[in-house]
T-cell receptor, first 113, second 117 residues
Framework: GENVEQHPSTLSVQEGDSAVIKCTYS??????FPWYKQELGKRPQLIID?????GEKKDQRIAVTLNKTAKHFSLHITETQPEDSAVYFC????????????FGKGTKLSVIP | GAVVSQHPSRVICKSGTSVKIECRSL??????MFWYRQFPKQSLMLMAT?????????EQGVEKDKFLINHASLTLSTLTVTSAHPEDSSFYIC?????????????FGPGTRLLVL
């Protein structure tokens, strides 16, 4: 099955700086990679996603890059703000037809004012 | 986006009782829903995949007789925790799959916090 590794587990940045979270996956058949933001006690919210036919996608301060050859993808947040503080999860679809998401272990991002 | 609701949001029950959690897709039809469990400071762990009109598919290590799943319609899946014990206390989150043709996305419900005394 799919295995998703996520790093770092915790990340502290100063307000205004950039934050980068990296994930690797094992199943070369995976073709969809969403990123979720989860605030304490709340549901994961989809913030951006990328499919395997695209190398990069950007939405305002958030961008995601995908390297299919190396099987890794990254989340980039620029001009971080305190409200960006949360736990971020990367995920990958674990196989054709199953549409199961395999999640990374999460990154706790703290943006220091 | 899409809206997925979950009920109840919080439940406290005595050990040995059963608890039913509902997951609804409010503005789209979901042939597939997923049930996750999340312990404090940990990632989401898939418990089972719920398919409308057929039996759920359980992940390894998840007892199907303890966690009963029923996906009776295209907008409703239920998870029943039978004979709950304190170790079943957790945050249970459902998600619903929306879309097709390779453009599927999953949207999460708000979660149900279960505390078994």
């Amino acid at each position: 099955g799919e295995n998703v590794e996520q790093h770092p587990s915790t990340l502290s940045v100063q307000e205004g700086d950039s934050a980068v979270i990296k994930c690797t996956y094992s199943d070369s058949a995976s073709n969809y990679f969403p990123w979720y933001k989860q605030e304490l006690g709340k549901r994961p919210q989809l913030i951006i996603d990328i499919r395997s036919n695209v190398g990069e996608k950007k939405d305002q301060r958030i961008a995601v890059t995908l390297n299919k050859t190396a099987k890794h993808f990254s989340l980039h947040i620029t001009e971080t703000q305190p409200e960006d503080s949360a736990v971020y999860f990367c995920a990958a679809f674990s196989g054709a037809g199953s549409y199961q998401l395999t999640f990374g272990k999460g990154t706790k991002l703290s943006v220091i004012p | 986006g899409a809206v997925v609701s979950q009920h109840p949001s919080r439940v406290i029950c005595k050990s040995g009782t059963s608890v039913k959690i509902e997951c609804r897709s409010l503005d789209f039809q979901a042939t597939t829903m997923f049930w996750y469990r999340q312990f404090p400071k940990q990632s989401l762990m898939l418990m089972a995949t719920s398919n409308e009109g057929s039996k759920a598919t359980y992940e390894q290590g998840v007892e199907k007789d303890k966690f009963l799943i029923n996906h009776a319609s295209l907008t409703l899946s239920t998870l029943t925790v039978t004979s709950a014990h304190p170790e079943d206390s957790s945050f249970y989150i459902c998600s619903a799959r929306k879309g097709g043709g390779g453009q599927e996305t999953q949207y999460f419900g708000p979660g149900t916090r279960l505390l078994v005394l």
